[in-house]
C-alpha cells in the first residue's frame, strides 16, 4: 500500500511541475526596441538586430517604440521592405507623449501590422526630400508619386485609409493621434506599453502576404534590445555638425604635425579625427558641388599668401569655405544637415588660422637660414683672453681665437666682424 501511495505522489508531482513547465513555455515573449534618432544606416542596422533576434527566438511581436523627426528615404525603403517580410508581427507605437513619427517615421508607422500612437504624439509631413538636389516639376511629380504609390500599397493592405496617408506625403499634412485615428491611419492609441499590448491581444492582423495571424501579448514577457556601444557611438558620430568640427579639428592637427615634425600626438589624433569625420560623411548625403567649394577655398587661401590682395582672396576663401561647410550634408530633414551658426563659427575660425599659419611657414622659408659660421658676424663676443692683437673670446658658449687691429683687455666687449678661417675679426665696443 505505501509503494502505491509513494508512486502516486511521484506521479502527482510530475503532472504538476510538467503543468508548470507548459505554462511557463505558454508565456507569449515581446521584443521591444526603441528607436529614437534620425532613420538613417545606424538605425536600420539596430532595427535589423532586434527583428533577426526576435525571429530566432519566436518571439510573438517586435514591438518598436518610435520618436523621429524622419531620415534618409532609402533606408526607410530598406526598413518598410524587412517589416512586410518578417515572420514576426510588427507593432510601431509613437511614444512617450510629445514624439513625433515625421518623414519616414510616418512611412514606418503605416507599414506595420499594428499602428499605435500615445496621447499627445503626431505623425506625417512626409513630402519626399531628394538630398542636395533641385528637382523640375517632373521630376518631383515622379518623385511624390512614387512615394505615395509605396505608402498606399501598405495602408491598403493593412485595412487603413491610403487617401489620408497620400495626403501626407503629396501636401504634407501631419495629424494628432486623435486625428490619425478618426481618419484610419492607426489602430489605436495607448497610454502606455503594458495598456497597448493588452488591448492588441486576440487582435487578428492581416499579413502582407495575405495569411491572417492572431496576436497574444496580454501578460507577455518584454525582451528588450538594448544598443550597443557600437551602436551608440556611431549614432552620434552621424551628427553633421559634429562631423563637419571633426574634419576642421582633425585637419588643423594634421598640419601642425607637418609644421613640427616629430611631435606623432597631433599627427595620430588628427588623422583619426579625420577618418572618423569621412566615415560619418560617408553615411550622410554629402553635396558634391560642396566639395568643391571646400577644395576652392584651399586654393584661394594658398593664393592669398602667394599675392599681394589686402585679403580679398582670404575673405573669398572663407566665403567659400562657410558655403562649402553649410551645404556640405544636404539632408532631408534640418536633423541632418549642418546649421548655420555651426558652418559660419567653424569656417571662419579653420579659414583665419590656416591664413595665419601659411603665411608663417611661407615667410619661415624665404629667411635666410643663418647657420654655422655666417650665424656669428653681428654677434657680441667677451675677451676671454687678451687681444695683443691676438686672443681668445667667448661667443654663443664656444670658445674662439680672435684678431682686433687695437688691443682689447680680458672681459670686454667685442662684435665680430669678419671671420677668417677658424679667426674671428672683431672690434671692440665702448664700455657697458
Known amino acids: 500500500m505505501k509503494p502505491l501511495r509513494a508512486a502516486a505522489g511521484l506521479a502527482l508531482l510530475l503532472l504538476l511541475a510538467l503543468c508548470g513547465v507548459r505554462a511557463q513555455a505558454a508565456q507569449p515573449v515581446v521584443v521591444v526596441l ?74 514606418l508607422l503605416e507599414a506595420a501590422d499594428i499602428a499605435a500612437m500615445a496621447p499627445g504624439t503626431n505623425a ?68 502606455d506599453r503594458d495598456t497597448l499590448l493588452r488591448q492588441v491581444d486576440g487582435r487578428t492582423i492581416t499579413r502582407m502576404s495575405g495569411a491572417k495571424i ?7 514577457r518584454l525582451d528588450t534590445v538594448e544598443p550597443t556601444l557600437r551602436d551608440r557611438v556611431l549614432g552620434r558620430l552621424m551628427n553633421p555638425d559634429l562631423a563637419v568640427l571633426m574634419l576642421v579639428i582633425g585637419g588643423l592637427l594634421i598640419y601642425l604635425e607637418f609644421n613640427a615634425p616629430g611631435t606623432i600626438v597631433p599627427g595620430a589624433l588628427g588623422t583619426l579625427l579625420v577618418l572618423l569625420s569621412l566615415f560619418a560623411l560617408n553615411l550622410l548625403p554629402v553635396h558634391y558641388t560642396a566639395v568643391m567649394l571646400l577644395l576652392a577655398a584651399a586654393v584661394l587661401m594658398v593664393l592669398e599668401v602667394k599675392f599681394t590682395s589686402h585679403g580679398m582672396l582670404a575673405l573669398a576663401g572663407i566665403v567659400c569655405l562657410v558655403l562649402g561647410m553649410l551645404t556640405l550634408v544636404a539632408g532631408p530633414v534640418p536633423e541632418m544637415r549642418v546649421h548655420a551658426t555651426t558652418a559660419v563659427a567653424a569656417g571662419v575660425a579653420f579659414g583665419l588660422i590656416t591664413v595665419f599659419l601659411v603665411r608663417l611657414a611661407v615667410r619661415a622659408r624665404h629667411n635666410k ?64
Open 214 to 220: 492572431v496576436l497574444h501579448t496580454k501578460d507577455a
Open 124 to 191: 506625417g509631413a512626409s513630402h519626399p526630400v531628394v538630398e542636395g538636389a533641385k528637382l523640375d516639376d517632373t521630376m518631383k511629380q515622379k518623385l511624390e508619386n512614387d512615394t505615395a504609390a509605396l505608402l498606399r500599397s501598405y495602408t491598403a493592405q493593412r485595412g487603413r485609409n491610403p487617401q489620408a496617408a497620400e495626403d501626407a506625403v503629396i501636401h504634407s499634412k501631419s495629424y494628432t493621434d486623435q486625428e490619425a485615428k478618426q481618419l484610419g491611419l492607426i489602430d489605436l492609441i495607448a497610454p
Open 34 to 107: 526603441r528607436i529614437e534618432d534620425t532613420i538613417q544606416p545606424i538605425s536600420e542596422d539596430y532595427f535589423n538586430r532586434a527583428l533577426d533576434h526576435a525571429s530566432d527566438i519566436k518571439a510573438d511581436a517586435l514591438l518598436v517604440e518610435l520618436n523621429t523627426p524622419g531620415g534618409l528615404l532609402s533606408t526607410m525603403r530598406s526598413m518598410m521592405g524587412r517589416i512586410g517580410a518578417s515572420p514576426v508581427p510588427i507593432i510601431v507605437y509613437i511614444a512617450p507623449q510629445g514624439a513625433r513619427a515625421g518623414s519616414a517615421g510616418f512611412f
Open 369 to 432: 637660414s643663418m647657420v654655422g659660421i655666417d650665424a656669428l658676424l653681428g654677434q657680441i663676443a667677451v675677451v676671454t683672453k687678451p687681444l695683443e692683437p691676438v686672443g681668445q673670446v667667448m661667443v654663443h658658449g664656444e670658445l674662439w681665437e680672435a684678431h682686433s687691429a687695437t688691443p682689447v683687455p680680458r672681459d670686454a666687449r667685442v662684435r665680430v666682424t669678419a671671420v677668417s678661417g677658424l679667426t674671428l675679426m672683431v672690434e671692440p665696443l665702448p664700455p657697458a
